[in-house]
């Protein structure tokens, strides 16, 4: 089995910054496409960021300029710097992975969310 573990959420004043992680877990044999994803309450889930295992990166308009996507490959751990955060900013935050086992095709597998509440 894989699993992707997430940390970094909290509660932080608009203006502030967090940083989130997550890491790979498992009979892994190699990670492509590594992203972060959003759901506000009521919303449906967004991708805010996206990093390919080159490190091409992609942003959702909302973020770009204030987020930044960045990867560990031999660690299988992907990062969210998120800087000059927004009351809009609220949101469950998911890690989301596209993995190869030694068993199994590329599949894909999410992480349990991480919450991150920007006060005003």
């Known amino acids: 089995q894989v699993h992707l573990v997430e940390s970094g959420g909290g509660l932080v004043q608009a203006g502030g910054s967090l940083r989130l992680s997550c890491a790979a877990s498992?009979?892994?044999?190699?990670?492509?496409?590594m992203a972060w994803y959003r759901q506000a309450p009521g919303k449906q889930r967004e991708l805010v960021a996206k990093?390919?295992?080159?490190?091409?990166?992609n942003y959702a308009d909302s973020v770009k300029g204030r987020f930044t996507i960045s990867r560990d490959n031999p660690k299988n751990t992907v990062y969210l710097q998120m800087n000059s955060l927004k009351p809009e900013d609220t949101a469950v935050y998911y890690c989301?992975?596209?993995?190869?086992?030694?068993?199994?095709?590329?599949?894909?597998?999410w992480g349990q969310g991480t919450l991150v509440t920007v006060s005003s």
């Open positions: 989301n992975s596209l993995v190869t086992t030694t068993t199994a095709p590329p599949f894909e597998v």
């Open positions: 990093i390919s295992s080159g490190g091409n990166t």
């Open positions: 498992g009979i892994i044999f190699s990670v492509d496409a």
